[in-house]
């Protein structure tokens, strides 16, 4: 069980995302690149190298975009870093998982998603990938207009029950 994590938002020139499909606990779910940062490195690092390991691409770490607490029974309390990066190099492949070797491999498919293909994939973790991250990477790119669609847990990590949540302003 680790307790650090990353994972990578990665768009193309056609602003679709990066997207591995992965099995786990007996189904495949959809998710950006990532995993544990390991012991000797930080988290920009394991950002880094998880996308090498799992697309074969290489990449530049832009900023964090936001962090979230996750809390399950089978995995207990971990943190996880999503980042923003762009590709620098490398090939668009299907990686491996290096702490599976001689197993059978939990990378099923890397590919590009249209925000509309993301739409109609069941098991996409976390699940606001097929929305609010759209409205988030509109106000990145300057798309459009951002209109605070975004919700206030997601950017800042604020609950309904903080005081500052009715104070904070998106702009």
């Not at 699940?127 to 605070?148: H, N, T, V």
């Amino acid at each position: 069980m680790w307790a650090g994590g990353v994972r990578v938002v990665i768009f193309d020139d056609e602003k679709r995302i990066l997207m591995v499909r992965q099995h786990h606990e007996n189904k495949d779910i959809w998710m950006v690149p990532g995993g544990a940062i390991e012991e000797h490195e930080d988290a920009h690092q394991a950002a880094v190298r998880e996308v090498k390991e799992e697309t074969g691409l290489d990449v530049e770490i832009e900023k964090l975009i936001w962090h979230v607490e996750e809390v399950s029974e089978a995995r207990g309390q971990r943190f996880v870093n999503f980042f923003l990066a762009r590709i620098c190099g490398g090939n668009l492949e299907l990686g491996y998982d290096p702490e599976l070797f001689g197993q059978e491999q939990v990378m099923k498919e890397v590919k590009f998603i249209s925000r509309e293909e993301l739409k109609g994939l069941d098991n996409v973790y976390p699940d606001y990938l097929r929305g609010e991250l759209w409205d988030f990477m509109d106000y990145f790119f300057g798309l459009e207009k951002f209109e605070g669609h975004l919700e206030r847990e997601v950017l800042t990590g604020l609950k309904k029950r903080d005081k500052n949540y009715d104070s904070f302003k998106l702009r």
